[in-house]
């Protein structure tokens, strides 16, 4: 027999599964699980682990329990940011080449390849497919594809030509997220930084400054009463520039963000900060008002000049405030226009001083502006000389106002910035004119979409409702881009589908890969994805044998049970792909459920490639071997919770699958004659067997291991104690480790194939039969028994240490029947207060006085810490203390090396016997 080596084990186990996870459709009931493909354009690290180690735990546990299981994937390389990366790789950005070189290990040789896009993703798709297998996952390969497959593009063009005759597919204009050095709009995928961010629809406020305007971007234009002041730069240089013939005074940056929102700018000269403070404007709604200087105002937020309302805002309230401190502007008083409840006559004043806010560096100017604002706009009104309006109802008249007769036009800005392309540009807001469109607007269509959500199984359950948000809010989506990998768009061919639009119905598609694969692309017309995904019989229909094959494979696996990704794609891709489902496919097969995963951290902090702080898939497979890396990955935390890498624990968890290994191997030829902690041990083993097996029904990977792994390992701990000294254990050991391997065989399948065959069992662990509970052998009266005896002894323990003497004897006092009397009544008793002071009207009781009392609280106090089934049991069987101690007696003296002595508390000489309760006896160390 060889030792634990881990190496050795995944060697042996990947030989004898290759091929062994390709399952076809079968008479058996399918289970069709599938997991957000990736995207290969770098190495794998532990995070990415977990996405795809959980999903092949449920496979491995489902397909022991005798389903035909389905677990694919395929490679995602649709869009720009591969083509990106080899920009970068062909102009030598250091940035990149050093994360290919030094933390992806991209040999010298294959990167100077990586300038095509191609061979990006060949390498990369072929190095996630290594590392998978690395780790044990159950992958029907033969399935593999691309995104980029001419066989799939045609697979998509079928898809779109259905939205489109359902009329999802529109075209318009509509502000998006846009490269300029990419000349495209960005997806969430495509960026390095912001992908919180929303376009936010401003309104400039047009003041004249000469023969020439400034703009000032507001969300608030009603506040254009109270303005005091324009806040300018000094250290910024600004522009004169013609925009639409017209001569405005805006930030540099502004300038290239109005060329991108239908405007014509050219500049004409720059203009220094400096020059434009203490100068005048002026607009017909508040007079004539001074700019004055200010550090915070940023040239690259929307028009780069701000207007000042220091009544109703903080930031303006204290940026004046310093400059008066400063004995400079004295003169200008805060304008209030708006009374709203809570606050006096100037909001944002009173906001500052109540905070006691010092400086506009604070922190919580954030916070207590946002708290103004919406007091403002829920409560607030106008006051009576600017027209009295509430102000949700001024402001869009005022904005109307001021775009019909004072020059006011929109313009989009980011709400938080920066946005940074992956490119490294600054992504900013474009108008895209003769965009295409999906409606997710559409109201029927989200009311197809919510009443899905409706009958699917969302794990965890929270969740629902933010799926439920992400419908109600989602509007309609840029879906093609100009550059980048994909299929073409159908009706224009200069555009490609975007990447989170062909990769929403692409689980279908895994049904036929491998059959489909070798067509000709020619022939797949959309009428042929008609009849193998809806049923649709056409005349002409080419090679119809291998149609009828895709259309029953389809058929059989479809729709797919449970889809996996992480929780940050609720709020696009998991909630676009019931869109298309519920757009394209008849009802019964539309998804049945998803399960939604945390975060993985490292050492307490984000998992993040481009920061360098990851630790690669393979890596911690050669170091620990792939079983720890997947018991660690599904055991340290539940899927949905975020789970925190650290080597040190990893490293234990190594040690316990060693010791699981090295106990099994120990026990396997046990052969002694069976006796009663035998049958409390297997009695144990159905319980563990039910919960591991109901944790796995509801995805509680680290609830499974619990039961699975350290509630049989304690068990057994216990066991051998309780063994007679002349033996090690009973024949019926045998069963167990079959049972235990079982159990284990989906988290650490490699150890536990190996040591499956050193059990001599036939076949492979991952297609054995599931262990089920036999209710014949749970024997409540001995667990019951086993769990009296462990605590006493535990209390023994610990009386033990804390007295520090050699003890001479041990005397156990049990409780008086009486005892046992008051321990039920209360136990059963909803209402424990109540309960006793019934229970003290009783003579017998009462004569006992102060001794009843005292029993009473002690007993209120142990029911809170026994377990709810033990108490079960009590009240429902009782417990015969005296013939449990009695029958251990033996076991205890082994233990304690000491005379034990088992007496009835009452008649004690001991003063410490009276503190005997029921399944608490009390003890006495002499
Ligand atoms: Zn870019």
Redesign the pocket.
């Known amino acids: 027999m060889t030792e634990f080596d881990p190496g050795a084990f995944e060697h042996q186990a990947q030989e004898r599964w290759q091929h062994a996870f390709e399952p076809d459709p079968a008479g058996a009931e399918k289970f069709y699980i599938n997991v957000a493909y990736p995207y290969p354009s770098g190495a794998m690290h532990v995070g990415h682990g977990r996405t795809y180690i959980v999903p092949d735990v449920i496979a491995r546990f489902w397909r022991m329990r005798g389903r035909q299981v389905l677990y694919p994937m395929a490679f995602h390389v649709t869009g720009?940011p591969v083509i990106?990366i080899s920009k970068r790789i062909a102009r030598q950005d250091e940035n990149t080449i050093r994360l290919y070189r030094d933390l992806y290990r991209v040999p010298p040789g294959v990167l100077e390849k990586f300038v095509d896009p191609l061979t990006i993703v060949q390498y990369f798709s072929d190095e996630y497919q290594r590392v998978m297998t690395a780790c044990g996952l159950s992958i029907d390969w033969r399935r593999r594809f691309t995104t980029v497959d001419p066989t799939y593009s045609k697979f998509i063009e079928w898809q779109w030509k259905h939205l489109y005759g359902a009329g999802y597919v529109i075209k318009g204009a509509h502000p998006v997220r846009y490269?300029?050095?990419?000349e495209?709009p960005?997806g969430d995928h495509?960026l390095l930084e912001g992908d919180k961010a929303e376009v936010i629809r401003f309104t400039l406020v047009m003041f004249t400054y000469g023969d020439a305007v400034i703009p000032t971007a507001t969300l608030r234009p009603e506040t254009i009463y109270g303005v005091t002041n324009l806040w300018v730069n000094p250290s910024v240089t600004y522009v004169r520039a013609l925009v639409d013939g017209r001569p405005w005074v805006i930030s540099r940056e502004a300038a290239e963000k109005l060329q991108l929102q239908d405007h014509t700018v050219t500049i004409e000269s720059d203009i220094p900060g400096t020059d434009l403070i203490d100068t005048t404007v002026s607009h017909p709604l508040c007079g004539e008002i001074p700019i004055l200087p200010a550090e915070f105002v940023d040239p690259d937020m929307a028009s780069g000049m701000v207007m000042s309302v220091p009544a109703h805002a903080p930031f303006d309230y204290i940026a004046l405030r310093d400059l008066q401190q400063e004995g400079r502007y004295t003169g200008i008083r805060p304008v209030p226009l708006i009374t709203v409840e809570g606050y006096g006559n100037v909001p944002a004043q009173d906001a500052v001083e109540k905070a006691g806010i010092a400086s506009q560096l604070d922190p919580r100017m954030e916070t207590i502006t946002q708290e103004v604002y919406s007091a403002e706009f829920a409560k607030g009104r106008l006051l009576e000389q600017y027209g009295g309006r509430p102000v949700r109802v001024a402001r869009d008249e005022v904005a109307a106002l001021m775009a019909a007769k004072y020059g006011s036009v929109v313009m989009y800005e980011f709400d938080t910035r920066p946005v940074v392309?992956?490119?490294?540009?600054r992504?900013k807001v474009k108008i895209l004119h003769d965009q295409w469109f999906l409606k997710y607007s559409d109201p029927a269509w989200k009311k197809q979409v919510s009443d899905q959500l409706q009958e699917m199984a969302l794990v965890p359950a929270e969740v629902r409702a933010e799926f439920d948000r992400t419908v109600a809010w989602l509007k309609d989506w840029a879906c093609t881009r100009r550059v980048g990998l994909g299929t073409r768009f159908p009706w224009d061919t200069t555009q490609l589908i975007e990447p989170l639009s062909d990769s929403t119905i692409y689980m279908a598609y895994y049904t036929i890969a491998h059959r489909i694969r070798d067509m000709d692309p020619a022939i797949l017309t959309p009428e042929v994805f008609d009849y193998i995904f809806l049923g649709r019989e056409s005349p002409g229909l080419p090679e119809r044998d291998r149609l009828d094959g895709m259309r029953n494979e389809f058929l059989y696996w479809y729709p797919y049970n449970f889809r996996f990704s992480a929780k940050d794609l609720i709020s696009n891709h998991l909630t676009f792909q019931i869109f298309h489902h519920v757009a394209i496919f008849p009802k019964e097969n539309l998804p049945q459920g998803m399960v939604v995963f945390g975060m993985g951290l490292l050492n307490g902090a984000k998992m993040s490639s481009s920061k360098g702080n990851v630790f690669l898939l393979e890596d911690a497979v050669k170091e620990f071997g792939a079983d720890t890396v997947r018991m660690f990955l599904v055991g340290s935390a539940e899927p949905w919770q975020d789970f925190d890498w650290r080597n040190e624990l990893v490293i234990s968890t190594k040690k316990q699958i060693e010791r699981f290994y090295s106990a099994v191997r120990e026990m396997k030829d046990a052969g002694g004659e069976p006796s009663d902690i035998d049958l409390w041990l297997a009695s144990r083993l159905q319980e563990h067997i039910r919960k591991t097996t109901e944790a796995l029904d509801n995805f509680q990977t680290r609830q499974a291991l619990q039961e699975s792994f350290f509630g049989i390992e304690s068990d057994l701990k216990w066991y051998r104690r309780r063994c007679p000294d002349d033996r090690d254990g009973s024949r019926m050991l045998g069963s167990l480790c079959s049972a235990w391997v079982r159990l284990l065989a989906p988290f650490i399948p490699f150890t536990c194939e190996r040591i499956w065959q050193e059990l001599g069992k036939e076949g492979l662990v991952s297609f054995a039969e599931w262990p089920v509970a036999d209710e014949k052998l749970i024997n409540r009266r001995i667990e019951l028994a086993e769990e009296l005896l462990l605590r006493t002894a535990d209390d023994i323990e610990s009386i033990k240490k804390l007295i520090q003497i050699t003890p001479k004897s041990i005397t156990i006092a049990l409780a008086p029947a009486w005892k046992h009397g008051v321990f039920k009544t209360i136990a059963r008793a909803p209402d424990k207060n109540s309960a006793i002071r019934e229970m003290m009207k009783d003579d017998a009781m009462r004569r006992r006085g102060k001794a009843a009392t005292d029993a009473a609280k002690q007993c209120t106090t142990l029911l809170h810490r026994l377990p709810p089934q033990v108490i079960e049991l009590i009240i429902k069987d009782g417990i015969n203390e005296r013939a449990v101690f009695k029958q251990a007696k033996a076991f205890l003296e082994r233990e304690f090396g000491v005379p034990v002595h088992i007496t009835d508390a009452e008649g004690s000489p001991h003063a410490k016997a009276t503190a005997a309760l029921p399944f608490k006896p009390a003890i006495v160390i002499e």
């Open positions: 720009a990106g490269c300029t050095y990419d495209n960005v495509d392309c992956r490119c490294g540009n992504v």
